[in-house]
């Protein structure tokens, strides 16, 4: 028996040491996915998170200036002396700051509810060339009068 004993096995063989290489490549590989979706994902919500900012900020100046028509084409340079065209040059210019050239914006009113809708290329975080995200913001810019019976 101690013949036996002398002949047992000290170390790990080749196929061991491969195997558990094997095994640890796997979840290095596994890790580096979930780490390459993450940063996807993380763009894409913040690029989300910049067009509410935006659309807020175009919804904050549309109620502080209630006497203008926003629905109108944005000019192409901004004007100081006329409140309405630089907010509208802003906001255009905001969004393709943001978003690149192809991003749009645009500002809808229906009986007194504005709509604002941010549109810009998501195609980063979706896999898919040319998919297109949107953030729409619809709200009240005035009260409704009061109607006396």
Do not use: H
């Not at 935006?54 to 002396?81: E, H, Q, W």
């Amino acid at each position: 028996m101690r013949g036996w004993s002398k002949r047992a096995q000290d170390g790990m063989t080749l196929i061991e040491v491969l195997v558990a290489l094997l095994i640890l490549t796997v979840g290095l590989l596994g890790a580096a996915a979930i780490q390459l979706n993450a940063l996807k994902y993380t763009d894409s919500a913040r690029m989300t998170s910049q067009a509410s900012f935006i659309a807020y900020d175009m919804m904050d100046r549309i109620r502080a200036n209630t006497g203008a028509d926003y629905t109108v084409t944005p000019p192409t340079s901004g004007n100081l002396s006329v409140s309405r065209d630089q907010d509208l040059y802003d906001f255009t210019t905001n969004i393709v700051n943001f978003g690149g050239a192809t991003a749009t914006g645009s500002v809808t009113l229906i009986q007194r509810v504005y709509t604002i809708t941010i549109t810009w290329d998501d195609s980063r975080a979706a896999n898919i060339a040319n998919s297109r995200r949107s953030f729409v913001l619809t709200s009240r810019a005035t009260v409704d009068p009061v109607s006396t019976p």
